[in-house]
């Protein structure tokens, strides 16, 4: 009795003793960007698969397919909810159309520096947002920076609000970025961004808006002669895993995947916030002109836009925009 005691404890201590390696199998999850190979967004994948091997004991793993290869935005976000691709980054814009309030986030003119975004994305507010996803077969593990806007284009220097009326510009495709650019003037073209650099190349459209890290990363210096620092949005990023991959996962590997992915949100803004720094002197370099809006005429855009703040505050729902607006403010230290 007293052997059978103690070999039945020997078991229970062994099994306790167990590596927690027993509870994590090995696991490879696809990773679909619009973006280049060299882009921060991708140096970040690397970074959260080398996270994932590190924290897994080798076991699991990232595989970053970057510059469309496995389709754009809105493809990769459906192919997540069917099961056939574990994870993608989308621009946050592109979950409107499942998720209303996500829209909230893109509404021109609202944050005034990376700092006020960090706190709102990271607080309750951006966590309600990722809370939203699972009805719609997505899991959020943060949000990532793509940072301010600025307009490109091919034809001619913008130093006013109204210098952008008649430029043909590609949007992303949403409603909010249509109406934006419509609002000011320009003709808006909603098309997918892995299309846009040869669109411009062949003078389809003038030009575009994208942050600097985008602009220079993706080369559109070679078709596009003008920049200015219109900063008419911020854009954020959300990192996305399938609820299909989720679900098959351990608690132990889910534990997993959630730290890799706090460490790489952290180093993804660190690592845009410098590349964007330097990308401004390398776009000058390459030849493009650069020009400031004023704060006149930051201003002007502001009142050309009133009516389409209006109309999206109501649209993504009054509720979250005067939660995002409480949020802000608070960020601001309650100014």
Avoid: C
């Avoid at 996500?102 to 309750?124: I, K, M, S």
């Avoid at 003038?206 to 620092?229: C, M, R, W």
């Amino acid at each position: 009795m007293h052997f059978k005691t103690l070999a039945v404890a020997a078991t229970v201590l062994a099994a306790l003793a167990a590596p927690v390696a027993a509870q994590i199998k090995e696991h490879t999850f696809k990773v679909g960007i619009g973006l280049s190979e060299d882009h921060p967004q991708a140096q970040a994948v690397r970074h959260f698969a080398e996270r994932l091997q590190a924290k897994s004991g080798g076991k699991m793993n990232a595989r970053l397919f970057a510059s469309g290869s496995l389709g754009n935005d809105v493809s990769m976000t459906s192919a997540l909810r069917g099961g056939t691709l574990e994870m993608t980054i989308p621009d946050s814009s592109t979950l409107m159309s499942l998720i209303k309030p996500f829209g909230v986030l893109n509404l021109p003119l609202t944050f005034n520096n990376e700092q006020e975004a960090d706190a709102v994305l990271d607080g309750p507010f951006g966590q309600k947002l990722l809370a939203s996803l699972p009805d719609k077969g997505l899991i959020g593990l943060g949000f990532w920076e793509n940072g301010f806007r600025h307009v490109t284009n091919s034809r001619r220097p913008i130093n006013k609000a109204d210098d952008l009326a008649g430029l043909k510009l590609r949007v992303i495709q949403s409603p909010l970025f249509l109406d934006t650019f419509n609002a000011l003037g320009a003709n808006a073209t909603p098309m997918p961004f892995t299309e846009l650099y040869t669109a411009m190349e062949q003078s389809a459209v003038d030009g575009q808006e994208n942050p600097p890290a985008t602009i220079l990363a993706s080369k559109f210096y070679e078709v596009q002669k003008h920049l200015v620092l219109s900063r008419h949005m911020y854009s954020a990023w959300v990192l996305l895993m399938s609820k299909k991959t989720w679900d098959s996962l351990s608690a132990d590997e889910r534990k997993i995947v959630q730290e890799a992915a706090r460490e790489a949100t952290l180093f993804e803004r660190k690592t845009i916030r410098a590349f964007s720094e330097t990308a401004l002197g390398e776009l000058k370099k390459a030849g493009m002109q650069i020009t400031e809006l004023p704060a006149a005429e930051q201003a002007r855009l502001r009142t050309k836009l009133q009516p389409v703040l209006a109309k999206y505050a109501k649209e993504f729902g009054e509720d979250t925009t005067s939660e995002l607006m409480s949020e802000l403010a608070k960020a601001r230290g309650g100014k």
